[in-house]
């Protein structure tokens, strides 16, 4: 483990003793220095406001593996708010029986 600690953990008064699954996820963590990151993770357990979850700090390395109570606010399953990629406008289709020259699908 690096050492950083988590600001926004939130450990709940009721814990479940089990291990629920290992839901993919992505979760919102405050770091004690102020940074703010997104990562993916894995939800292991669960309550109706609290979500425990895991990430290893270095891939590689299962011993970086670490376990954090948030708040399920911070927890998603999937996100919307990404930027979607630059596309370029598509051609209309020729309209029913117009056949198109070559000069005009240039």
């Not at 939130?10 to 291990?19: G, K, Q």
């Not at 993916?40 to 895991?54: E, G, L, S």
């Amino acid at each position: 483990m690096n050492g950083r600690q988590v600001a926004n953990r939130d450990i709940p008064t009721e814990i479940p003793s089990r291990p629920m699954g290992a839901v993919p996820v992505i979760v919102r963590v405050v770091w004690v220095d102020g940074v703010e990151e997104w990562r993916p993770a894995r939800a292991v357990r669960w309550t109706a406001a609290h979500v425990m979850v895991a990430w290893r700090d270095d891939e590689s390395d299962p011993r970086s593996e670490r376990y954090e109570w948030l708040r399920a606010g911070d927890v998603a399953r999937s996100v919307t708010w990404f930027v979607p990629p630059e596309r370029t406008p598509r051609r209309p289709a020729p309209a029913r029986g117009q056949t198109v020259s070559s000069a005009s699908a240039e």
